[in-house]
């Protein structure tokens, strides 16, 4: 069963702070891996996109990385600001001819002042 | 551009009673999908249309949800009878296609609470 595990579940951290969020995934056959954000109130929106043949994608504070050997994704993100606070969601999607996305459950970062 | 327009944003009902959800996606995308996401967890696929055709509805609970996409443009998803597990908030998403790199791009929501 294709599955997405997320860790922290949650994480407090204070403002200008560095953090990770971890994704380990069971997905197989692998297309890609994407991480979203999602602010309280609001759909997820697109931070990073990676396909196999790429283990590293930024998108200004926010860095993904991918080990496509070990199945393991992280996204780090870079002197925390308050508005990151949101919840992070992992998506792994399969190939093979079938689309099937897999999310995680989220993480929930809260930056403080 | 406008980007996906769900509608209503919040919902009430009582239990037993008959919901509907509407979508409008992105121009010209031709993949819609809705999903279910309850409190603290990931979004959950209900159903994937490509164009008018639903390729993807196997999560569905046919018993008492129903979606629709006949122009394939915009979508309808329905309950009927709600019940309390059901609320949670219901998201639509669009992309160009279906699979790949297309990035799912995602509405606001709609948040049902069945009392």
């Known amino acids: 069963k294709n599955q997405v595990e997320q860790s922290p579940q949650s994480l407090i951290i204070l403002e200008g702070k560095n953090c990770t969020l971890q994704?380990?995934?069971?997905?197989?056959?692998?297309?890609?891996l994407r991480w979203y954000k999602q602010d309280t109130g609001r759909g997820p929106v697109s931070l990073t996109i990676?396909?196999?043949?790429?283990n590293t994608k930024s998108n200004g504070r926010y860095t993904a990385t991918l080990d496509a050997d070990t199945k393991q994704s992280s996204l780090h993100i870079t002197a925390s600001q308050l508005s990151d606070s949101a919840s992070y969601i992992c998506?792994?999607?399969?190939?093979?001819?079938?689309?099937?996305?897999?999310f995680g459950r989220g993480t929930s970062l809260i930056v403080h002042p | 551009e406008a980007g996906v327009v769900q509608s209503p944003r919040y919902k009430i009902i009582e239990k037993k009673q008959p919901v509907a959800f509407w979508c409008n996606p992105i121009?010209?995308?031709?993949?819609l999908y809705w999903y279910l996401q309850n409190l603290g967890q990931g979004p959950e696929l209900l159903i994937r249309?490509?164009?008018?055709?639903?390729?993807?509805d196997s999560q569905l609970p046919k018993d008492r949800f129903s979606a629709e996409r006949l122009k394939g443009v915009d979508s309808t998803l329905k309950i009927q009878p709600a019940e309390l597990g059901d609320s949670a908030v219901y998201l639509c998403?669009?992309?160009?296609?279906?699979?790949?790199?297309?990035?799912?791009?995602f509405g606001p929501g709609t948040r049902l609470t069945v009392t």
């Open positions: 998403a669009s992309s160009q296609g279906g699979g790949g790199p297309y990035e799912q791009y």
């Open positions: 994704c380990n995934y069971t997905v197989s056959p692998f297309s890609n």
């Open positions: 990676m396909t196999f043949s790429e």
């Open positions: 998506v792994v999607s399969a190939g093979g001819g079938s689309y099937i996305p897999t």
């Open positions: 121009s010209g995308h031709n993949t």
């Open positions: 249309y490509e164009n008018e055709e639903a390729v993807d």
